[in-house]
Structures are given as structure tokens and as C-alpha cells.
């Protein structure tokens, strides 16, 4: 969904103790794919479920958010910093109402690619939005 994606970035990239533990103090914050040099974050929507309730519709998202980073402390800063933004509102939703917003698990790896260590450090997050704005 577009306007969920909008709505993360926006609220990822104006957390300013967030963007300044990323490369160059940038909004390092990309959607499904990591660009440019560690460190980053990357968020992905992993699955999503529709219910129909008269007169309306309510739709939750589980959405991926991480960060990638060469280095395994500094992934883990920036592990912690998304946890903090992402306990406060991620604000509107064009066209949707938020109605729940939650932590459902955390995610934590190493991947090895081309000889480099990428450390990965995050959360998967439950969003629900209904459509009565």
C-alpha cells in the first residue's frame, strides 16, 4: 500500500535521533531494497489481511524494519533507534484511520556477502488501519 509506505518513511526520516546514526547523518531509509553504503534502513511489508466489518474495512499490515550495517554494535543502535520511533504514532495514513500500531517480534542476523559481514537488527511491526478516517 502506498500510502502506509509514504506514511513509514516520513515518520522513519523525521525521527532525527534515527537519521543521525545513519550513513552520513542521512535519511538512509529505503523501501524493500538498501542503496548506497551501510549504514541503512530498510523496511518491507511482509503480509497483510483485509476484514470486512459492516460498514467498513479494516486492513493490518506486517511490515519489516531494519537496519543494515557493517558493523554489529551500530546495527544494534540503529535497531534500538527504529524501536523508539516506531513507538510513537507514525501519524496519517492518507485515505485511513490508524487504529493499532505494535511491536510484534524482533529480527536480528548476520549475512555474509562477497567476503563483507552485513549485520541486520530491527522489528517486524503490526499496523491496522480502518478505513472510517
Not at 509514504?6 to 515518520?11: D, G, L, P, V
Not at 531509509?29 to 474495512?57: C, M, Q, W
Not at 534500538?80 to 496519517?92: P, Q
Request: hydrophobic content about 40%; aromatic content about 10%.
Amino acid at each position: 500500500m502506498i500510502a502506509l509506505g509514504t506514511a513509514i518513511y516520513s515518520h522513519l526520516t523525521g525521527g532525527t535521533a534515527l537519521v543521525a546514526l545513519l550513513a552520513n547523518g542521512t535519511a538512509s531509509v529505503h523501501n524493500s531494497l538498501g542503496k548506497g553504503s551501510p549504514p541503512y534502513v530498510v523496511y518491507r511489508f511482509s503480509a497483510d489481511t483485509n476484514e470486512i466489518v459492516y460498514p467498513g474495512e479494516t486492513r493490518t499490515f506486517v511490515v519489516d524494519i531494519q537496519a543494515i550495517a557493517t558493523d554489529g554494535y551500530v546495527a544494534t543502535q540503529i535497531g534500538d533507534a527504529i524501536d523508539n520511533r516506531m513507538k510513537t504514532d507514525i501519524g496519517a495514513v492518507s485515505g485511513f484511520g490508524l487504529f493499532r500500531q505494535e511491536r510484534d517480534s524482533g529480527i536480528e542476523y548476520q549475512e555474509v556477502t562477497d567476503g563483507a559481514t552485513y549485520w541486520h537488527d530491527g522489528g517486524r511491526f503490526r499496523i491496522t488501519l480502518n478505513d472510517r478516517v
